[in-house]
């Protein structure tokens, strides 16, 4: 999550949208990994809410919750979607789309099975061959519950750098008020490369 949102910083959020529950709702998972009541899942969610808070020093980013429970293991589990309400109380926590029904909260589910269905295993949606696409339903849901969102987050700075080369030894400097500086040779969500935690990185590689 705290990954997740560096890219936040970069390019601003709306709001992050919570769609979990599955693996609480499986009486297959062991109970270590999962929730053990309705107020067991509200205060695991609530906590992580707050630390993603915290990461990214915005105290009021908006988080939709889902309601999510159906697992291949059985039907619509009314603990995790108590739990999941139970967090949705208001601004800034939401009550997202409610995937366990095809429409609003009630009436046929999303657990059809058969050729023409939403889900491909009875718990992931996928765009299946037949009439049904679940993951085109799952987006419109979505959009159906939150629309175009308000009161993003914008973008912060973007830190501005220099590059040069002298001997095969290419050093990269950056500038700006960062608290923190991590350098990586895949991607942002990667390990760092040791020493790699200064504005100014030298390396050969290429």
């Known amino acids: 999550m705290k990954n997740a949102?560096?890219?936040g910083s970069l390019f601003g959020v709306r709001a992050v949208l919570w769609h979990q529950g599955e693996t609480d709702a499986d009486v297959n998972v062991n109970p270590v990994y999962k929730a053990t009541s309705a107020a067991d899942y509200q205060t695991k969610l609530q906590a992580?809410?707050?630390?993603?808070?915290?990461d990214f020093g915005q105290p009021n980013l908006t988080w939709y919750i889902s309601k999510a429970s159906f697992s291949k293991s059985g039907p619509i589990n009314?603990?995790?979607r108590s739990g999941q309400g139970n967090v949705a109380t208001g601004a800034p926590n939401l009550g997202g789309a409610d995937t366990d029904y095809v429409t609003g909260s009630a009436g046929p589910t999303t657990g059809v099975t058969g050729a023409d269905r939403y889900r491909v295993d009875t718990t992931h949606f996928y765009?299946?061959?037949?009439?049904?696409?679940?993951?085109?339903w799952l987006a419109n849901k979505w959009f159906s519950t939150i629309g175009s969102l308000s009161n993003p987050v914008a973008a912060s700075?973007?830190?501005?750098?220099?590059?040069?080369?002298?001997?095969g030894w290419r050093t990269l400097t950056v500038f700006g008020n960062a608290v923190q500086h991590s350098w990586s040779k895949i991607g942002i969500n990667s390990p760092p490369e040791p020493g790699g935690n200064?504005?100014?990185f030298t390396t050969q590689d290429k």
């Open 5 to 7: 949102l560096n890219y």
């Open 48 to 54: 992580i809410i707050a630390k993603s808070r915290t």
């Open 78 to 80: 009314a603990t995790v």
């Open 127 to 136: 765009e299946g061959p037949g009439q049904i696409k679940g993951l085109t």
């Open 157 to 167: 700075w973007v830190p501005q750098m220099t590059y040069s080369l002298n001997a």
């Open 198 to 200: 200064g504005n100014i």
